[in-house]
């Protein structure tokens, strides 16, 4: 569906200035730390900078060659340590869904892996019944293409640069919600409700037949809207270095 023209949600935030000075303080954590943040909306060089750091093509949904990213639609965050070497990415991309993510999503996931000449099949027709994803619609946001280095150590670096994204994505599409998809061990790890994802459900995307690094049963990690609202006001009332100080990615 094209980006232009469509029409979007005119709620606005709740606390902007929170948002802002979330921002700020988090960008500040992280350069006492000894890391800086980057973004971009060039796609090709996250590509480039994933083979060059884990010899890996980044994943369909964030591939420049297959999906259109005009008009402001993506963007990744790269984290740099002091000698001026990547150590952590992530990105989001933002899409209008009209009828539900349920419907959409597998639907557009088996698209955009055809064109990298890559067979998705899936094992359902549709997620199982009662599934958040039934229920979102509207600016929805996805995150993927999470990855910290074993380098990447300090008094909450994760905290700080995965929740530092949210907060960007918030100011940037101020969406209806922003959702992940990832693999059992790192739903089960707890890094994402970390990140601020406040529903985690198994099995929305289910495979017979799944591309290399694609498991057969996908966990879906949601925040909605009122939970992102919320997400912003705990953290403005809450002491960021009471929380532990590592966190170690499955790998």
């Not at 802002?20 to 800086?36: D, F, N, T």
């Not at 890996?56 to 984290?79: I, Q, T, Y």
């Amino acid at each position: 569906m094209s980006w232009v023209g469509v029409e979007m949600n005119n709620k606005g935030l709740h606390n902007p200035l929170g948002i802002a000075r979330l921002c700020a303080k988090l960008e500040e954590k992280l350069a006492a730390a000894g890391y800086s943040v980057e973004l971009s909306s060039d796609f090709f060089l996250l590509d480039k900078t994933k083979q060059e750091l884990r010899q890996a093509k980044v994943g369909p949904m964030h591939d420049a060659e297959v999906c259109d990213f005009s008009n402001e639609r993506a963007f990744w965050m790269r984290l740099v340590d002091d000698k001026g070497h990547t150590v952590g990415t992530q990105a989001y991309r933002c899409d209008y869904v009209d009828t539900s993510l349920a419907d959409w999503l597998p639907n557009y996931m088996i698209g955009v892996y055809m064109r990298r000449a890559e067979v998705m099949m899936p094992s359902h027709p549709k997620p199982p019944r009662g599934s958040i994803s039934w229920r979102l619609r509207g600016r929805l946001v996805y995150e993927g293409e999470l990855w910290l280095a074993p380098s990447a150590k300090g008094k909450n670096v994760f905290d700080s640069f995965t929740r530092l994204g949210m907060l960007l994505c918030i100011v940037k599409w101020n969406p209806d919600a922003i959702y992940a998809l990832t693999s059992e061990k790192m739903a089960n790890h707890g890094h994402l409700i970390r990140i601020g994802f406040s529903n985690i459900e198994r099995g929305t995307l289910r495979w017979e037949w799944a591309s290399k690094d694609v498991e057969p049963v996908e966990y879906l990690a949601v925040v909605e809207r009122n939970g992102l609202e919320q997400t912003i006001e705990e953290m403005l009332v809450t002491r960021v270095e009471s929380l532990p100080d590592q966190i170690r990615m499955p790998q």
